[in-house]
């Protein structure tokens, strides 16, 4: 079968042609500095830097370096520089979860709101280089207070409302905040989010925050720890609008983002100033093809890095108007996407295929409803997005008029890397397309071997681009082992993927043990953790499945303490134990009870079998030889739930 294509839709003046991006791509190929240098003016420089690029990636001459002996400021650059010109222009919609109840704030107010924040984290005794926790709804209070942080140099760390107060104290802790920001509730799909009672319980388990601001969203009487916690609001109306933004060096820490690996607990992604900034302006700007006045709606939350990188920084260093969605695609019903884009007359629409797929599944009705008529572009991030929801996404939301950009980028990268630019590309639904200039994409065999021409390996980066994560936060070193000894001198994405003989790129999901559940990423060691953790349960291996609508779901194997007995009820209680613990995204959808798990010899437990029996594929098990006890296969394929 040959894959069906959409040729490139010609673009509006000023857009990149598909001439263009080959020129830029050979360009940032053959003369990375003289590429960059021109690219870097997208932004406004407190010191011009010296040198573009300085990077190994060799183990033993490890270096990451870009714009050295540049300084600027975050904020400065997504502020301050558009107040002469569109001071009035609105920065952020705010819509909240119920439909129409929200906010506009602009350019100017928001640099306001900004300046305050700033100062009253001044007051708290917080300084450039400090880290600051944020647990927050998406509020528009929220990317203020991002901005705030990156005002005065200091480096926030976001954790997503959907965590739990263990999993928020880990991130605390790690890296030792001295402040934390929330709000007293949040509010998603009707339901409310405990947020300050979180942060409460969270900071019985770890020390050294001296302060908690908290934001009124819902009103509710939270407690308030005297000497400790302060309303966000009253100390904003007391602090004066006026912060100079302090000179960061290029290489200077913006934000840390945990995130979930193959193992151990979440590692603390690293991004700097001034490579990152520019990473994600200029995709921003090309891959969207974001035009002066248009509204741009990116869905995800600012937990993780799509919002991060494309509900705040991109948007804002553009001078674009950016909309922070509060609520979800289903409440109050399944056109609620649809009725915002008209009500809002959203040009541009980021959302995950999880979403895609699960409102395909209600029907056209919710979508046609509406006319959708300010729509022009679409994309989707976070997960292998299937041609079928492709292809609804592109017919029915996009009424075959918009060109749909399904980006593939990491936590680790900062911004997109591969993608198709609207007007440039022809499209392929299921296909994130070709590298973005600047991009140096491998395919490797098991043994690093590089794999030319259309073939299916490990994907591997050879070159470093300026938005890439610098650092694991206090682990350097788990940095290097964990993306540049797999297959060594590369970075190694810890995805899969195909090449076709038209060189596009197809993403098919991780090859480590890290599960992609709705776009989030999940360790499967993270789980097992939780789960053993509970006093009933012996051990336990967990490991993806197929999920129709969450792309995968989470399987967990579960072995009981002697004189235990599986039951419905322990599955409910597991299932509600491992929310409590990390959070509701990563419940499992299904637990086998098993007597025991498939290991080898030397005790390693072989998750190639697991897999195969969650993903029902019991027919070609391989070879189980090596198993110290190979009956037990039998018995999980019999005790399979689902
Ligand atoms: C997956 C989210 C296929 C991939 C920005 C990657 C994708 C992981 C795509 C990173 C895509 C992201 N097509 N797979 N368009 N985008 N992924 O760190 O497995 O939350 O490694 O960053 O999501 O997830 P993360």
């Not at 990375?32 to 010191?47: C, S, V």
């Not at 904020?75 to 919609?93: F, K, M, Q, T, V």
């Amino acid at each position: 079968m040959t894959d069906a294509v959409y040729p490139a839709l010609p673009g509006p003046a000023g857009s990149i042609d598909a001439a263009e991006y080959e020129r830029q791509y050979r360009a940032s190929i053959e003369d990375p500095d003289g590429y960059w240098r021109g690219e870097a003016k997208r932004l406004d420089w407190m010191t011009p830097f010296e040198t573009v690029k300085d990077v190994s990636f060799a183990a033993d001459d490890f270096r990451i370096r870009w714009f050295d002996g540049g300084a600027m400021n975050v904020s400065a650059n997504c502020l301050d520089r558009h107040l002469a010109e569109r001071g009035d222009s609105i920065a952020i919609i705010w819509e909240g979860d119920e439909p129409g109840d929200g906010a506009r704030i602009t350019y100017r107010q928001l640099h306001e709101q900004v300046c305050c924040l700033a100062n009253v984290l001044k007051a708290r005794g917080v300084a450039k280089g400090d880290r600051v926790t944020l647990y927050l709804p998406m509020v528009p209070e929220a990317a203020a207070a991002m901005l705030a942080c990156t005002r005065i140099g200091a480096i926030h760390s976001i954790v997503f409302g959907g965590f739990s107060p263990d999993s928020l104290a880990g991130r605390i802790e790690d890296c030792g905040s001295k402040l934390v920001i929330t709000a007293d509730e949040g509010c998603r799909g009707g339901k409310r989010v405990p947020l300050k009672a979180n942060v409460d319980a969270a900071l019985e388990k770890c020390g050294g925050v001296e302060t908690v601001l908290v934001l009124k969203r819902t009103g509710a009487d939270v407690p308030m720890t005297e000497g400790r916690d302060l309303w966000l609001d009253a100390e904003m109306a007391n602090a004066s609008p006026e912060c100079a933004p302090e000179p960061m060096a290029a290489e200077d820490p913006l934000f840390i983002l945990y995130t979930s690996g193959s193992t151990g607990k979440p590692k603390g992604v690293l991004h700097t100033t001034a490579g990152y900034l520019l990473w994600v302006t200029k995709t921003f700007r090309d891959v969207f093809d974001y035009r002066e006045g248009e509204i741009f709606w990116c869905t995800a939350d600012i937990g993780w890095v799509t919002g991060h990188s494309y509900v705040v920084y991109g948007p804002l260093a553009n001078g674009a108007t950016t909309v922070m969605f509060d609520g979800v695609p289903n409440h109050p019903d399944h056109g609620r996407l649809w009725e915002t884009v008209d009500r809002l007359g959203v040009n541009i629409l980021y959302t995950a295929p999880t979403a895609i797929r699960s409102l395909m599944r209600e029907g056209d009705a919710h979508v046609t409803k509406y006319n959708r008529r300010s729509l022009r572009l679409l994309g989707t991030v976070g997960e292998p997005i299937n041609p079928e929801a492709w292809e609804w996404y592109y017919r029915v939301v996009g009424d075959r008029r918009c060109p749909v950009v399904d980006t593939w980028w990491q936590t680790e990268t900062g911004g997109i890397l591969i993608a198709p630019l609207p007007h440039a590309t022809d499209l392929k639904p299921g296909s994130a397309t070709k590298p973005l200039p600047g991009v140096c994409c491998e395919i490797v065999d098991a043994e690093g071997q590089p794999l030319d021409g259309a073939t299916e390996g490990n994907l591997c980066l050879t070159d470093s681009w300026p938005g890439q994560m610098r650092t694991v936060w206090g682990d350097h070193e788990r940095f290097i082992q964990t993306y540049f000894t797999t297959y060594p001198g590369k970075y190694f994405t810890g995805d899969g993927c195909r090449r076709d003989g038209d060189g596009y790129y197809w993403i098919t999901g991780r090859v480590d043990d890290v599960i992609n559940v709705s776009g989030h990423r999940m360790g499967t060691a993270e789980v097992e953790s939780a789960l053993v953790a509970h006093a009933k349960v012996a051990e336990a291996a967990v490991v993806g499945m197929p999920h129709e609508v969450k792309g995968q779901g989470i399987y967990a194997y579960v072995t009981l303490n002697a004189g235990e007995e599986p039951s419905d009820d322990l599955t409910a209680e597991l299932r509600q134990w491992v929310r409590r613990e990390i959070g509701p995204i990563a419940s499992p959808d299904a637990v086998q009870f098993a007597p025991g798990l498939p290991k080898t010899r030397s005790g390693k437990i072989m998750r190639r079998i697991l897999r195969k029996i969650a993903e029902g594929d019991v027919s070609n098990l391989g070879d189980t030889s090596t198993l110290a006890d190979p009956g037990v296969v039998e018995q999980l394929v019999a005790g399979r739930v689902g």
